[in-house]
């Protein structure tokens, strides 16, 4: 039989053969054709990442050739022995899930490679079948593992050559792996965001002269900036809490996911506006909030972990997958994440027809000025955060549907609260108004807790392998269609109902929000009863079912 390598390789200290001849199909001319195409998930490429040239630990290091997935695991020195005990490590981690993941594994011609029985010999005993199928390179062509190469390289970020590797922590090697997997989506999403955010401040520097110019800068910087921003928060960081949701934290994240829109617009409303200041300096606002989400996304190089249990799910070319997103066919087969979207659509349409004009409200319709408007907003929306800590033990134990009918019911109460208060009821000389600070506060109450729960509620329903697509379709129900619907009525309620005056300066007829937006905002957002009413049947159904199941 012609042999890629017909020596045996001796142990020097126990006198073993520790390389075996290799016969000819097990050369990389042999390989399955779905390895080489990189159209089927599960083949892989191995090297090893050395430290020191003398004796120490070094990384051994897998890199699947379709989604460019790295695993990285530390082995005590650079022996062949090593290595296959590495391999019964992931082995043993994946159980059954081994056989489907790692198809083939291709390696250089390593003498440490070359003891390829072993490799594909699974520490279970019981098996008899090969646990993968080992290839080899060719001799000097290192782009024949060309992603390993890669991936090997941002290792050397971390672990220059000559890093003795021995003292390096396994939190340290897990770390790298996580940062490998992620970073593309949400860190350097964050980074660029970032660096746009102050590029779009820069716009204001163009000549006002160049109208077309400044028009089409302004509108390209502000695409660009929202493309990044939507690609490291929408598409990466929600996707990634998706991913790390349990039963014991899925409270936790609802409470995080749900506090930081609260916390973006009291930023947004204090903070922009002392960093504006009295000078109207908008290029200082947006160095700052720029520099900030880039400390952030460099951050989470660092910092964020993948869960253990994800796969990753590539079906057919990056624009078929893209026009999947498009197909809600798998979407509405799933009655009880359909009608919780249906539900959160509702109640968004109805937070949309009044929550942006607050400030407005606020300011010119009860006389405050526009630094007490920040302050009677503020608090009371920080105070209604606190909210999500008692409301996080309830989403832990699945009771989604007792949080989004309180979280209704005391909205409700909130606004209907607010909508009596006019001007000559209250002393704008005075900052505290106990009805204005208590409705302000219900209100937020209500909208952390339903976003909370209902962000958890739907992630528990997506399907595991169209998590990040399924992610989209929230942002329809929970950004677009509210934003689109709420607006519209929001804006029809403030000119039949509001209050109007003519702006001496322009002379134009101007309108003003009163109570009114609060009413019609509680009347549709008591209509959300009605979806969730639904949404309880076949939550109930799925619940039985999943007892029957574990029973």
Not at 10 to 16: E, H, I, L, M, S
Request: proline residues 3%.
């Amino acid at each position: 039989t012609d042999m890629i390598y017909k020596k045996e390789y001796k142990d020097k200290n126990k006198d073993k053969t520790i390389c075996e001849k290799v016969p000819a199909e097990k050369s990389i001319d042999y390989r399955p054709e779905e390895a080489n195409t990189r159209e089927e998930y599960g083949h892989w490429e191995g090297d090893l990442v050395i430290g020191t040239k003398k004796r120490g630990s070094v990384l051994f290091t897998l890199t699947e050739r379709k989604t460019r997935e790295e695993i990285i695991v530390k082995i005590a020195g650079k022996k062949a022995e090593y290595v296959a005990q590495a391999l019964d490590l992931i082995e043993r981690k994946y159980k059954g899930m081994f056989y489907n993941k790692f198809k083939t594994i291709t390696f250089d011609n390593g003498g440490e490679f070359r003891n390829w029985k072993s490799l594909e010999k699974s520490y279970d005993n019981r098996r008899k079948k090969p646990r993968t199928q080992v290839y080899y390179a060719h001799p000097y062509r290192s782009g024949e593992r060309g992603s390993n190469e890669n991936a090997n390289r941002l290792i050397r970020r971390f672990i220059p050559k000559g890093v003795d590797i021995t003292p390096i922590s396994e939190e340290f090697i897990q770390k790298i792996e996580d940062w490998i997997n992620n970073y593309p989506i949400i860190s350097i999403g964050y980074i660029l965001w970032g660096v746009f955010t102050i590029g779009f401040g820069l716009t204001e520097f163009i000549s006002k002269d160049l109208y077309l110019v400044a028009g089409i800068s302004v509108v390209l910087a502000d695409t660009v900036m929202s493309f990044f921003g939507s690609m490291g928060n929408d598409a990466g960081f929600n996707t990634w809490t998706t991913d790390i949701l349990t039963d014991k934290n899925r409270g936790q994240i609802g409470a995080a996911l749900a506090t930081q829109p609260v916390l973006g617009t009291i930023l947004g409303t204090v903070v922009g506006g002392l960093l504006v200041g009295e000078d109207n300096n908008y290029m200082r606002l947006f160095i700052v909030m720029g520099v900030f989400v880039i400390i952030f996304g460099i951050i989470s190089l660092l910092f964020l972990s993948k869960a253990d249990d994800v796969e990753p799910s590539k079906r057919g070319t990056f624009f078929q997958q893209f026009i999947s997103v498009f197909n809600f066919k798998k979407f509405f087969e799933l009655k009880e994440l359909v009608w919780v979207n249906i539900t959160v659509a509702v109640f968004f349409i109805g937070f949309n027809v009044y929550f942006a004009y607050i400030g407005n409200y606020i300011i010119y319709y009860l006389g405050y000025t526009a630094d007490q408007m920040g302050i009677i907003e503020a608090v009371p929306l920080v105070l209604s955060m606190l909210t999500a800590i008692p409301a996080s033990k309830l989403i832990n134990k699945n009771k989604h549907v007792v949080v989004s009918i309180f979280s209704i019911i005391i909205n409700v109460i909130g606004l209907i609260i607010i909508y009596p208060v006019t001007p000559d009821m209250i002393d704008n000389t005075k900052l505290f108004d106990f009805r204005l600070w208590l409705g302000i506060f219900l209100v937020g109450v209500g909208y952390v807790t339903i976003l909370q729960t209902t962000k958890v509620w739907t992630k528990q329903l997506y399907p595991k392998d169209s998590k990040g697509q399924f992610e989209g379709i929230w942002i329809l129900f929970f950004v677009l269609i509210p934003m689109i619907g709420g607006s519209f009525i929001g804006e029809a309620v403030v000119k039949t109902s509001g209050e109007v005056f003519q702006n001496v300066t322009s002379g134009q007829m101007e309108y003003i929000p009163n109570g009114n937006i609060f009413l019609v905002g509680s009347i549709i957002i008591a209509l959300t009863i009605i979806p969730l009413l639904v949404t309880m049947k076949y939550n109930k159904k799925r619940v039985a079912e999943e007892s029957n199941s574990e029973v």
